[in-house]
C-alpha cells in the first residue's frame, strides 16, 4: 500500500529545507510531527498545523523523514531514536552525506528490520517551497514505489538510482557540478566588472545560452549587486557536499583536479567567516 494522507509522518529537522518540506506536507493534508535539535525552530510550523514530536514517540510513525546537517548529525539523531523504532518502518533521509556513512545507516537499519532510503534533493530552497525539487533515490524498489505520494508533494521528479547509497552519490556528482561552477560564475562576475560590463545585465544576457544554467541565473545576480540576503545556499554546505565528491573521487582513484580547487578556495572563504553566509558571497573572496 502506498503512503498516503492516511499515513503519519515524523520528519526530524526544520532548517532551510525541512521547513519547507514539512509546510507542502501538512498542506496537502498529511499528519505530520515535527522535530529539531533547537525547539525554537518548530515553532512557526506547528503554529501552521504541525504537531511536536518527542523522539520517545517515534515508533508511531511508519515514515520517518529526516533533512540533517551532515553525516555527524544523521549518526547522531539516528542513534538517538534506534531504541525506540519498530519493525517495518520507513526511514527517507533528505540530507546530503557520504555515501560511506549511507552504507553504514542503513546497514545499521536492516539489522532492525527498518528500511533505509537516501533520498537527496536538489533545487534550493525554492524548489522546496514551491514542490519542485528533484529527488534521488538509493535503496529498495517497492519501498521507494510506496513513497510516491509523499515525494509527489515534494518534488517534480524522483528517480530511484539504485541500490542504497546511489542517491547519495547522484546527489555528491550534483553538487560537484553545483559547487564547481559557483567559484566559476564569481570568477566570471568580477572578471565582467573589471572589463567595465553591466554585471546585472549578465544573467538575462546569457540566458538561453551555453553557460546559462538555474545556478549561473540565481548567483550572478545576486553577486553583481553584492545581495546575499536571505540565504538560500550556505558556503558550509556546498563545501561539505564538494568534500564528499573529492573523497568519493580518492576512494576509487579518481583525479578531479576542478572540484578539487574549487574546494580550496570555498574551504578558505569558509575559514575567513563566511560559513554560514550565502553562497554567492564567495565572489568577496574572488574580489579580494
Not at 27 to 39: C, D, E, I, L
Amino acid at each position: 500500500m502506498p503512503f498516503d494522507q492516511s499515513t503519519p509522518i515524523a520528519f526530524l529537522g526544520m532548517g532551510l529545507m525541512g521547513t519547507r518540506m514539512a509546510t507542502r506536507l501538512c498542506n496537502a493534508g498529511y499528519k505530520v510531527a515535527v522535530w529539531n535539535r533547537s525547539p525554537e525552530a518548530c515553532v512557526a510550523i506547528i503554529k501552521q498545523g504541525a504537531n511536536a514530536l518527542e523522539l520517545e514517540q517515534i515508533g508511531n510513525y511508519p515514515v520517518i523523514l529526516m533533512c540533517l546537517a551532515d553525516d555527524a548529525a544523521v549518526q547522531k539523531v539516528f542513534e538517538r531514536i534506534q531504541p525506540f523504532l519498530r519493525v517495518d518502518q520507513t526511514v527517507v533521509d533528505f540530507s546530503s552525506l557520504s555515501v560511506s556513512a549511507t552504507h553504514q545507516l542503513a546497514l545499521t537499519a536492516k539489522q532492525q528490520n527498518v528500511t533505509w532510503i537516501d533520498s537527496p534533493v536538489s533545487g534550493g530552497t525554492m524548489g522546496a517551497e514551491q514542490g519542485s525539487l528533484v529527488i534521488f533515490a538509493g535503496g529498495d524498489a517497492e519501498t521507494i514505489q510506496r513513497l510516491e505520494p509523499i515525494y509527489q508533494v515534494l518534488s517534480q521528479r524522483i528517480t530511484r538510482m539504485g541500490e542504497s547509497g546511489t542517491g547519495q552519490a547522484t546527489k555528491i556528482c550534483n553538487q560537484l557540478i553545483v559547487a564547481a561552477n559557483s567559484t566559476l560564475i564569481a570568477e566570471a562576475v568580477a572578471l565582467a566588472n573589471l572589463a567595465g560590463v553591466d554585471t546585472t545585465l549578465l544573467a538575462p544576457a546569457l540566458a538561453g545560452g551555453f553557460a546559462d544554467s538555474k545556478p549561473f541565473q540565481i548567483l550572478a545576480p545576486r553577486m553583481a549587486s553584492h545581495t546575499f540576503e536571505p540565504v538560500q545556499w550556505k558556503v558550509q554546505t556546498l563545501s561539505k557536499d564538494l568534500n564528499n565528491a573529492v573523497k568519493l573521487a580518492e576512494a576509487f582513484d579518481l583525479k578531479i583536479p576542478v572540484a578539487q580547487k574549487a574546494l580550496s578556495q570555498l574551504q578558505a572563504h569558509q575559514q575567513n567567516g563566511f560559513s554560514e553566509q550565502d553562497l554567492a558571497t564567495i565572489i568577496q573572496y574572488i574580489e579580494q
